[in-house]
């Protein structure tokens, strides 16, 4: 057989599961038979639910802490003792060009190509036949926006692959703009077959059309403003963006209008909080899509989220895009009154600052009738001393004990369809109020925060230098996504698709003032402004910031050994 890096073997068996209610939480099966298999839509809904596992959500139980999916970013740093194993390798431009793999790994296309060139054997009939071939290619769509994101180019296979067929396992790439009208196709085509949330037995747990939209609006975004940003440069795509960002624009609004989903609201102190420590969001009208686990179903259905601290710190620099809770940046509100030290980091701010940051005073746990709190940061663990609020599920459940690994992670929110449609409308330059009104001031009002007005819009001195010229309304815009979606793994790919390397070269990151207290607690670097500096000596940077290469690094290189097997692929920029 040909050593050449299409020959996968598709072993059908490989994370099956069994037919319990939630299709993330699925149990393996043996490996089946094909000649017995495709018999009935059973057995496509069978073969699809090995691919859930694809969606990452809190580490397994036993995997020791359960991070932010934007660790190893400007908004996170991981502790010393795991330093490099996140984004900071990418964002410090440290990574090396592999001999093997590198996250050029084709298997999950390869079958679900299997499961897609497969499905006409499947009698039809049943009300869900034509939902699971949606749900195909989705996952198609899916597992190849993830690698367009890291190669950019890339071969376009709608088959399964054999020996045989020497002009795909040989064939060249498609540039970057012919991949993402594939991927586009491809969600397009999801969202016409499958069935919305609401009609579904699992909602919120298996795929639907209202995913596909918000997948849909959020790839969109993506490419439309990388080939905006990136005009010019080595990456550049074959347009502008705009038809994309219109794309983006559509779907987000699309799936606005339909009125399936909507903006939990509360108590502004504690709405926010309470959305991202629930152990069941079934009925939850803003959560789109979700992983549930249960610890009484077996240890590998519970998560890691209990073990806090979680050996990842928040940075000071992330605080700073909090406004004053009179809606004007800090650096000109009369209401700040600092922010150095953890004990006034909070005082005056958006309310969804302290209900993401932790601070001394604020609540660890609540058993029974005794409260313990929060005192001093583990700076050694975290590495900045600000630690997380977000996420944690602070009201022991008696049956369950402290260690619960029950809380659900949360993949899509509507939130995030408000935050992509405006983005996407002030790029095209078509932004009006009564959008922002509808999105950027919808999550403002429920956490009482002042609403955001076009035409009065004060400039912060802080704003973000990302190398270009940007309108006030976009970097209000890019604020609010920061605080709204902090910690759930968008930043690493925002700062790639805007190409906001000016922002971070040649910069460190750093935590919390080191007061007298925490320095007697901690071995962490302190800066000469007095803050701790955990990356100091630690990154390959000018000055000891962060080192990038802007012809190079946005993308990730291809290994060797499939350069030396397939001649006709071409390595990226840089490499």
Known sequence: MKKIFYMLILVMGTAMYSCQEDFLERSPLDQISDPEFWNS????????????????????????????????????????????????????????????????????????????????????????????????????????FDLFKDFGALPIITVPVTAEDEDILYGSRANRTEVFDFILSDIDMAISLMDHSHQLATPGTRLSKDIALLFKARAALYAGTWEKYHQGSVFEGQTNGSAYLQEAADAAKQLIDEGNFSLITGDSSSVYFDLFNQVDYSGNREVIFYQHFDRAVGDSFSNQLWNWPNGYGYTYDASRFYLSNDGLPIAVSPNFIGDETLDILEVNRDPRLAQTFMVPGDIRRIQGTD?????????????????????????VDPAVGINNGNVDYIFMRYAEALLIYAEAKAELGTLTQADVDMTINQLRDRVGMPHLTIGNITSDPNWPDYGYPLSDVLQEIRRERVVELFAEGFRFDDLMRWRAHEYWMGERFVGTFATPGLKELSNVPVNADGFFDPFQNRLSGPDGGYGFDPERDYLMPLPTNELTLNTNLDQNPGW
């Open 41 to 144: 839509q059973s057995d496509l809904e069978l073969f699809l639910n090995s691919f859930y596992d694809s969606f990452e959500g809190w580490p397994a139980s036993g995997g020791g802490k359960a991070p932010t999916k934007d660790e190893g970013t400007d908004f996170a740093l991981e502790g010393l003792n795991a330093f490099g194993g996140t984004f900071t390798q990418r964002m410090d431009g440290v990574v090396n060009v592999p001999g093997s793999g590198g996250g050029w790994n084709w298997g999950n296309i390869r079958n679900i190509n299997y499961f897609l060139a497969n499905v006409d054997r499947v009698p039809e009939g049943g009300n869900m036949r034509d939902h699971y071939v949606g749900e195909g290619h989705f996952f198609r769509a899916w597992f190849y």
């Open 371 to 395: 409260t313990l709190y929060f005192e001093n940061p583990d700076v050694d663990n975290s590495g900045t001393g600000i630690e997380s609020q977000k996420f944690r599920h602070i009201v």
